[in-house]
């Protein structure tokens, strides 16, 4: 037995003050399992003592400590109490610690022992305590320290182990007024989550705890683009925040664009990390998603600019060197120091003061277009959403990973340690075997048989065995084989669009090397080249099928140092009961924490390892093994219990609550207490009462909560309640949910004016002492339902008919108020932006809503347009030039919108800078541009842009004024391109109008500019312009207060001899306005005659001679100089002499007679009369 004086106690770092305060941890250290391997080597196992240090030397086992330092506190000196040290014999060498080893990189060699250690005297290691940084987590100041028990002296190779130790914190006051870091809030969920970490919980009393903030409690953030904030459709963000809300995380959306603007920092990281630390400390924000790629370098393809930013960590491994840019959001999620507290190039150093402790919890969905966010999104809700026995199905796929590597050489060698509870290497860590929902199945290479497969020394699955995994209705994938940036399961990126077709998403935990290298960038291999492509996590998180989320690496995976961190994921949940992912990963990197300066090995596993996916995602099947487990199913809002009801301000609500029993045991006999942290709620029935709740089993309250909302509460707002219960058997949890106010919210959303049935110009404008119908569409825009609503509009100067009673009014739902509005003819002229206000009542309104309009009043509109088809001789009135590159605008056929020509430019392979340039424009008033476009460049790098010049003045940008088919990216800033750093319109556009609102430059004479620019590498094909339309509308006075059309009267139609003098009367046309008419006659059929006077009121004319009789038809057209009418007329002219001698003719006024001579007895040949 080896002396216990020199180990009975330690002491580090000077004495005890007089005044030192004592932290006291017994760990009790079980007696070592020591065996010798094929070599010779003896290895040294003790359970819950890790297998840590630096290659080559004794790898003998450590205990990894946190303790809890009490606020204001400092650290004097650690003392460590033992007992004896208990002998474990001579003549052994200890197995060396083995350097770390990439998965890629083949066998690991052999590390030797270190003959400083092994060849001399000195025992080993020379301290039994190794003193961490201090660490701060959620603000509480937590000091790690390594305990290593076992000793080992090389000469006569004797190993010996203190039995039970007791590690003495000696503290003492820091300066006056100090108290817990920068970070503490004191929320009950920051204590729950510190008693998992500390050693000493029982130190926890130490500080104050405090309630929650109430109205401002963001619990959960994202962190996007403008662009992907604004993406459209039922998967969009807005689809996922609602869910947040709707289950109490009052979740709120920043841009990256906001953050840019409103928070400091050295670069957009650094101001990304401020505002979540804002957030988190002042907002009581948990949950952090961000929703962005960040592409290192922008190479073409899918490559582009950051959206929302990554931090690179450095870390230096044996072998490999210093790796300086390891994309990792722990940046984000550990909010103390800055990372890089020496200033230098490399973040994440101990030097730094680097932050290890997560205070939020962070994942990534590396979205950089809409549609990827659409598909992550749907995916995400639908795995929430998901129900049925495919969630027990879980596999272990492995694959042949090296040879030499005695009892590791396959992926399930590993992976066993994760299916199953295991102590190996020390590390204590619970597996799927502690659950009795999950069933596992395996998929490994040293299962299968038949010939070697290419590359490996072992048989191995295929592409269709994996895709049958993936698409087979299987809930947890946990992975350990050879990857890439590209590359993951026998799987390729281009692999996964056509070869997924799961409907039901899964879940994927990866221990291989730089799939989720979401920056792209490759290994020293291919000289760290940024791939085209996105990366293997991208494509099957954001992809149509495959993942809601995932764990993967962004660089190398390490020989057992991943597989450790991945084995305290899945402890979180059979250990802990977490089934959150963003607690889960942050529960093993909180487990490695304490280890990470002592073994560079786990440094990169904790760096390079991160979450893909919503951190706020609960995993399915993870249920305690005993007991009830309640949580919240749903709650209704009534009157009474039963009739449904709005939520709304000034109301006394009934809520019945159920709640979803997922443990394994009744919960009976519970008690149940109901609290809300919003000053808008006061509860007044806190205890609802509940039956017994089976286990899988719905209960619903029998006696209802109940609380009244305030008056002055705001539709939307969100009221936040916890659900504290406990049941018979000591067990207790709480559940959290939200109410939205549920309040009405009338608004104005259109109008339409008409004047046609006035009579006068009909021209939508309503004009003095001119009657319009104005149409006024109203909304529901608020949560709850209105009823008996009455609509009233008023402006001055007009007459307006009374208010109309619209009836009831669902949330969402519009309607239309009809008014009739009369201007006064004393109103201006023109009356422009005329205000109308509309006051909008409901019976659940305590106070009327108002809302309002402008329209132009007693005008009329003077248009003027421009217009260019390309059809003409150019240039027409264009001009063209270029700023660097070749002038090649022209008219082309190649393609068009309308027959048969464009305007084209080429994507040329070198750098180009070229204007095309309307003719000068005057506008005034209300001004609309609009063109078609078509664009087949180069994305991101060569692209187009629309600009304008005042006045002659200098050209600026119109893209805000673009009102649609807007830029659709931003020129790359790495480009030569004169648009480097732009918006524009770059990439592939097929044709499409584009309209842009000039209106705020009017009265101007101004010119408008179409720009393209190339940089110095890549050809494309080019961009086509056709159909530019300007148009300008000027409202000017209406000089008529009314002017309805003329009334044209060509007078009645006339029967007439033969020769007589005719007239015509229009003299009974008249203008309604009182207007002096012109008149205006013609002939439209007829044997022709001459007017006296064309253009008079009543002209005349001979009726020309005719055989029989014949019709003339005469148009009259009037005109009072703004309108016109017109009118016609019938002459009918008759000849009634029909050569009878034995008759007489005679014209009646309207046509012949013909009567026989009553003395015409004899008649002769011919009608002649012979006896007359």
Same mark, same amino acid.
């Given at each position: 037995?080896?002396?216990?004086?020199?180990?009975?106690?330690?002491?580090?770092?000077?004495?005890?003050?007089?005044?030192?305060?004592?932290?006291?941890?017994?760990?009790?250290?079980?007696?070592?399992?020591?065996?010798?391997?094929?070599?010779?080597?003896?290895?040294?196992?003790?359970?819950?003592?890790?297998?840590?240090?630096?290659?080559?030397?004794?790898?003998?086992?450590?205990?990894?400590?946190?303790?809890?330092?009490?606020?204001?506190?400092?650290?004097?000196?650690?003392?460590?109490?033992?007992?004896?040290?208990?002998?474990?014999?001579?003549?052994?060498?200890?197995?060396?610690?083995?350097?770390?080893?990439?998965?890629?990189?083949?066998?690991?060699?052999?590390?030797?022992?270190?003959?400083?250690?092994?060849?001399?005297?000195?025992?080993?290691?020379?301290?039994?305590?190794?003193?961490?940084?201090?660490?701060?987590?959620?603000?509480?100041?937590?000091?790690?320290?390594?305990?290593?028990?076992?000793?080992?002296?090389?000469?006569?190779?004797?190993?010996?182990?203190?039995?039970?130790?007791?590690?003495?914190?000696?503290?003492?006051?820091?300066?006056?007024?100090?108290?817990?870091?920068?970070?503490?809030?004191?929320?009950?969920?920051?204590?729950?989550?510190?008693?998992?970490?500390?050693?000493?919980?029982?130190?926890?009393?130490?500080?104050?705890?405090?309630?929650?903030?109430?109205?401002?409690?963001?619990?959960?953030?994202?962190?996007?683009?403008?662009? =992907?904030? &604004?993406?459209?459709?039922? %998967? !969009?963000?807005? #689809?996922? +925040?609602?869910?947040? @809300?709707?289950? $109490?995380?009052?979740?709120?959306?920043?841009?990256?664009?906001?953050?840019?603007?409103?928070?400091?920092?050295?670069?957009?990281?650094?101001?990304?990390?401020?505002?979540?630390?804002?957030?988190?400390?002042?907002?009581?924000?948990?949950?952090?998603?961000?929703?962005?790629?960040?592409?290192?370098?922008?190479?073409?393809?899918?490559?582009?600019?950051?959206?929302?930013?990554?931090?690179?960590?450095?870390?230096? =491994?044996? &072998?490999?060197?210093?790796? %300086? !840019?390891?994309? #990792?959001? +722990?940046?984000?999620? @550990?909010?103390? $120091?800055?990372?890089?507290?020496?200033?230098?190039?490399?973040?994440?150093?101990?030097?730094?003061?680097?932050?290890?402790?997560?205070?939020?919890?962070?994942?990534?969905?590396?979205?950089?277009?809409?549609?990827?966010?659409?598909?992550?999104?749907?995916?995400?809700?639908?795995?929430?959403?998901?129900?049925?026995?495919?969630?027990?199905?879980?596999?272990?796929?492995?694959?042949?990973?090296?040879?030499?590597?005695?009892?590791?050489?396959?992926?399930? %060698?590993?992976?066993?340690?994760?299916?199953?509870?295991?102590?190996?290497? $020390?590390?204590?860590?619970?597996?799927?075997?502690?659950?009795?929902?999950?069933?596992?199945?395996?998929?490994?290479?040293?299962?299968?048989?038949?010939?070697?497969?290419?590359?490996?020394?072992?048989?191995?699955?295929?592409?269709?065995?994996?895709?049958?995994?993936?698409?087979?209705?299987?809930?947890?994938?946990?992975?350990?084989?050879?990857?890439?940036?590209?590359?993951?399961?026998?799987?390729?990126?281009?692999?996964?669009?056509?070869?997924?077709?799961?409907?039901?998403?899964?879940?994927?935990?990866?221990?291989?090397?730089?799939?989720?290298?979401?920056?792209?960038?490759?290994?020293?291999?291919?000289?760290?080249?940024?791939?085209?492509?996105?990366?293997?996590?991208?494509?099957?998180?954001?992809?149509?099928?495959?993942?809601?989320?995932?764990?993967?690496?962004?660089?190398?995976?390490?020989?057992?140092?991943?597989?450790?961190?991945?084995?305290?994921?899945?402890?979180?949940?059979?250990?802990?009961?977490?089934?959150?992912?963003?607690?889960?990963?942050?529960?093993?990197?909180?487990?490695?924490?304490?280890?990470?300066?002592?073994?560079?090995?786990?440094?990169?596993?904790?760096?390079?390892?991160?979450?893909?996916?919503?951190?706020?995602?609960?995993?399915?099947?993870?249920?305690?093994?005993?007991?009830?487990?309640?949580?919240?199913?749903?709650?209704?809002?009534?009157?009474?219990?039963?009739?449904?009801?709005?939520?709304?301000?000034?109301?006394?609500?009934?809520?019945?609550?159920?709640?979803?029993?997922?443990?394994?045991?009744?919960?009976?006999?519970?008690?149940?207490?109901?609290?809300?942290?919003?000053?808008?709620?006061?509860?007044?029935?806190?205890?609802?009462?509940?039956?017994?709740?089976?286990?899988?089993?719905?209960?619903?309250?029998?006696?209802?909560?109940?609380?009244?909302?305030?008056?002055?509460?705001?539709?939307?707002?969100?009221?936040?309640?916890?659900?504290?219960?406990?049941?018979?058997?000591?067990?207790?949890?709480?559940?959290?949910?939200?109410?939205?106010?549920?309040?009405?919210?009338?608004?104005?959303?259109?109008?339409?004016?008409?004047?046609?049935?006035?009579?006068?110009?009909?021209?939508?404008?309503?004009?003095?002492?001119?009657?319009?119908?104005?149409?006024?569409?109203?909304?529901?825009?608020?949560?709850?339902?209105?009823?008996?609503?009455?609509?009233?509009?008023?402006?001055?100067?007009?007459?307006?008919?009374?208010?109309?009673?619209?009836?009831?009014?669902?949330?969402?739902?519009?309607?239309?108020?009809?008014?009739?509005?009369?201007?006064?003819?004393?109103?201006?002229?023109?009356?422009?932006?005329?205000?109308?206000?509309?006051?909008?009542?409901?019976?659940?309104?305590?106070?009327?809503?108002?809302?309002?309009?402008?329209?132009?009043?007693?005008?009329?509109?003077?248009?003027?347009?421009?217009?260019?088809?390309?059809?003409?001789?150019?240039?027409?009135?264009?001009?063209?030039?270029?700023?660097?590159?070749?002038?090649?605008?022209?008219?082309?056929?190649?393609?068009?919108?309308?027959?048969?020509?464009?305007?084209?430019?080429?994507?040329?392979?070198?750098?180009?800078?070229?204007?095309?340039?309307?003719?000068?424009?005057?506008?005034?008033?209300?001004?609309?541009?609009?063109?078609?476009?078509?664009?087949?460049?180069?994305?991101?790098?060569?692209?187009?842009?629309?600009?304008?010049?005042?006045?002659?003045?200098?050209?600026?940008?119109?893209?805000?004024?673009?009102?649609?088919?807007?830029?659709?990216?931003?020129?790359?800033?790495?480009?030569?391109?004169?648009?480097?750093?732009?918006?524009?319109?770059?990439?592939?556009?097929?044709?499409?109008?584009?309209?842009?609102?000039?209106?705020?430059?009017?009265?101007?004479?101004?010119?408008?500019?179409?720009?393209?620019?190339?940089?110095?590498?890549?050809?494309?094909?080019?961009?086509?312009?056709?159909?530019?339309?300007?148009?300008?509308?000027?409202?000017?006075?209406?000089?008529?207060?009314?002017?309805?059309?003329?009334?044209?009267?060509?007078?009645?139609?006339?029967?007439?001899?033969?020769?007589?003098?005719?007239?015509?009367?229009?003299?009974?046309?008249?203008?309604?306005?009182?207007?002096?008419?012109?008149?205006?006659?013609?002939?439209?059929?007829?044997?022709?005659?001459?007017?006296?006077?064309?253009?008079?009121?009543?002209?005349?004319?001979?009726?020309?001679?005719?055989?029989?009789?014949?019709?003339?038809?005469?148009?009259?057209?009037?005109?009072?100089?703004?309108?016109?009418?017109?009118?016609?007329?019938?002459?009918?002219?008759?000849?009634?002499?029909?050569?009878?001698?034995?008759?007489?003719?005679?014209?009646?006024?309207?046509?012949?007679?013909?009567?026989?001579?009553?003395?015409?007895?004899?008649?002769?040949?011919?009608?002649?009369?012979?006896?007359?």
């Amino acid at each position: 037995m080896l002396p216990m004086t020199p180990w009975l106690v330690l002491l580090l770092l000077g004495a005890v003050p007089a005044a030192a305060d004592t932290l006291t941890v017994t760990v009790p250290v079980a007696r070592p399992l020591v065996w010798q391997d094929a070599e010779g080597f003896s290895h040294v196992h003790i359970p819950g003592f890790v297998a840590i240090g630096r290659p080559g030397q004794p790898q003998l086992p450590a205990g990894l400590l946190q303790v809890l330092i009490p606020p204001g506190q400092q650290v004097d000196s650690l003392e460590l109490v033992t007992a004896d040290m208990v002998d474990l014999g001579d003549g052994h060498v200890v197995y060396p610690k083995q350097q770390p080893w990439p998965f890629s990189w083949g066998p690991r060699p052999f590390t030797e022992p270190d003959p400083a250690v092994y060849t001399g005297t000195r025992t080993y290691p020379p301290a039994l305590l190794e003193r961490q940084p201090l660490e701060h987590f959620r603000g509480f100041a937590i000091l790690p320290v390594v305990l290593r028990p076992v000793v080992y002296n090389p000469g006569p190779g004797r190993l010996a182990y203190l039995p039970a130790v007791t590690l003495v914190v000696h503290t003492s006051a820091a300066r006056a007024g100090a108290g817990p870091g920068t970070l503490y809030r004191g929320y009950r969920r920051d204590f729950q989550a510190l008693g998992r970490l500390v050693a000493n919980p029982e130190a926890m009393a130490s500080y104050r705890s405090r309630p929650a903030a109430s109205r401002d409690n963001n619990r959960y953030v994202v962190i996007t683009s403008q662009q =992907l904030a &604004g993406c459209s459709g039922p %998967d !969009n963000l807005q #689809s996922l +925040l609602d869910d947040k @809300a709707g289950r $109490g995380l009052n979740p709120l959306l920043k841009t990256m664009e906001e953050i840019r603007t409103q928070y400091t920092g050295a670069d957009d990281a650094a101001k990304v990390r401020a505002f979540i630390t804002d957030m988190y400390l002042n907002h009581g924000t948990d949950y952090v998603l961000l929703v962005g790629d960040a592409d290192l370098q922008v190479v073409g393809g899918e490559t582009q600019a950051p959206v929302v930013p990554v931090r690179g960590l450095c870390c230096y =491994l044996v &072998g490999l060197g210093t790796e %300086d !840019n390891i994309p #990792s959001d +722990l940046y984000y999620a @550990a909010l103390d $120091g800055d990372f890089n507290a020496d200033g230098d190039s490399c973040w994440g150093e101990q030097e730094d003061g680097t932050d290890l402790l997560p205070e939020v919890w962070v994942g990534r969905a590396p979205a950089d277009g809409c549609g990827e966010v659409g598909n992550f999104v749907r995916k995400t809700l639908d795995y929430q959403n998901a129900a049925g026995d495919w969630l027990r199905n879980v596999y272990m796929v492995g694959e042949w990973l090296w040879d030499n590597n005695g009892d590791h050489e396959f992926g399930i %060698d590993f992976l066993t340690d994760v299916q199953n509870s295991s102590t190996a290497d $020390g590390y204590d860590t619970k597996g799927f075997s502690e659950s009795s929902f999950y069933q596992v199945a395996v998929l490994d290479d040293k299962f299968m048989s038949g010939p070697n497969c290419p590359g490996q020394l072992s048989p191995c699955w295929s592409q269709a065995d994996i895709l049958a995994v993936l698409n087979g209705g299987n809930h947890i994938i946990n992975h350990l084989g050879h990857s890439y940036t590209d590359y993951n399961m026998r799987l390729y990126c281009n692999d996964l669009p056509g070869g997924l077709t799961n409907t039901l998403p899964f879940f994927d935990y990866s221990q291989g090397c730089y799939p989720a290298a979401f920056d792209n960038r490759t290994d020293s291999s291919y000289g760290y080249a940024v791939l085209e492509q996105d990366s293997f996590v991208e494509y099957l998180l954001l992809g149509d099928h495959g993942a809601f989320a995932a764990v993967m690496n962004t660089r190398y995976g390490l020989g057992w140092y991943s597989n450790y961190f991945h084995r305290f994921f899945w402890d979180a949940a059979f250990r802990q009961g977490l089934n959150q992912l963003g607690p889960m990963q942050a529960y093993a990197q909180e487990q490695m924490a304490p280890g990470v300066w002592s073994d560079s090995g786990i440094q990169w596993a904790f760096y390079v390892s991160n979450l893909f996916g919503d951190p706020e995602a609960a995993l399915h099947g993870i249920l305690p093994q005993q007991g009830p487990y309640l949580t919240y199913f749903d709650h209704e809002i009534t009157t009474d219990g039963s009739t449904p009801a709005p939520a709304g301000p000034g109301r006394h609500l009934v809520m019945p609550i159920i709640l979803r029993n997922l443990g394994a045991d009744t919960a009976s006999g519970i008690a149940a207490t109901l609290s809300s942290n919003s000053p808008l709620v006061t509860i007044t029935q806190a205890n609802p009462v509940f039956s017994d709740i089976a286990a899988g089993a719905n209960g619903r309250s029998g006696l209802h909560a109940e609380f009244d909302i305030a008056s002055q509460a705001q539709d939307g707002e969100q009221l936040d309640f916890t659900l504290d219960w406990t049941d018979a058997g000591g067990y207790s949890g709480e559940v959290h949910f939200a109410v939205r106010v549920q309040q009405a919210r009338l608004v104005y959303v259109s109008h339409a004016v008409d004047d046609s049935a006035a009579g006068c110009d009909g021209d939508g404008i309503a004009d003095a002492d001119e009657t319009a119908v104005f149409t006024v569409t109203i909304a529901n825009r608020g949560g709850g339902p209105a009823s008996n609503v009455q609509a009233g509009l008023a402006a001055s100067g007009c007459t307006v008919s009374p208010p109309v009673n619209l009836g009831d009014l669902a949330a969402g739902e519009e309607t239309s108020a009809v008014f009739t509005v009369t201007p006064a003819s004393s109103l201006d002229c023109p009356a422009l932006d005329w205000p109308f206000s509309l006051t909008l009542e409901a019976d659940e309104l305590p106070q009327p809503d108002s809302d309002g309009f402008t329209e132009t009043l007693n005008a009329d509109l003077v248009q003027a347009n421009f217009f260019d088809d390309m059809e003409g001789t150019p240039p027409n009135g264009w001009s063209h030039s270029a700023g660097s590159g070749s002038d090649d605008w022209g008219y082309a056929t190649t393609s068009f919108h309308s027959p048969s020509h464009s305007w084209f430019t080429a994507d040329v392979e070198g750098q180009s800078d070229k204007y095309l340039l309307t003719p000068q424009l005057n506008i005034a008033g209300t001004t609309q541009l609009s063109f078609w476009q078509r664009l087949d460049s180069e994305a991101g790098y060569d692209g187009g842009v629309i600009e304008i010049s005042v006045n002659g003045g200098p050209f600026e940008d119109l893209g805000p004024y673009i009102t649609a088919n807007g830029y659709n990216d931003t020129i790359s800033s790495w480009t030569d391109s004169a648009l480097a750093g732009r918006s524009a319109w770059t990439g592939t556009i097929a044709w499409q109008q584009v309209t842009v609102d000039l209106s705020s430059y009017a009265p101007a004479e101004v010119v408008v500019r179409f720009r393209f620019a190339s940089d110095s590498t890549v050809h494309v094909t080019g961009w086509w312009i056709d159909d530019v339309l300007v148009d300008a509308r000027q409202p000017v006075c209406q000089q008529q207060s009314c002017n309805p059309p003329p009334v044209a009267d060509a007078g009645p139609d006339q029967d007439v001899e033969s020769g007589a003098l005719v007239q015509l009367d229009g003299s009974q046309s008249y203008s309604p306005g009182g207007l002096p008419l012109q008149y205006s006659w013609s002939q439209s059929s007829g044997p022709a005659v001459t007017l006296s006077d064309s253009h008079a009121s009543a002209p005349t004319f001979t009726a020309p001679p005719v055989s029989g009789s014949a019709a003339l038809v005469f148009s009259l057209l009037v005109s009072d100089g703004g309108q016109d009418a017109s009118d016609s007329v019938t002459v009918t002219v008759w000849n009634c002499d029909d050569g009878e001698d034995c008759t007489g003719d005679s014209f009646t006024g309207s046509g012949c007679e013909h009567l026989a001579f009553d003395d015409c007895t004899l008649c002769g040949q011919d009608g002649v009369c012979l006896n007359g």
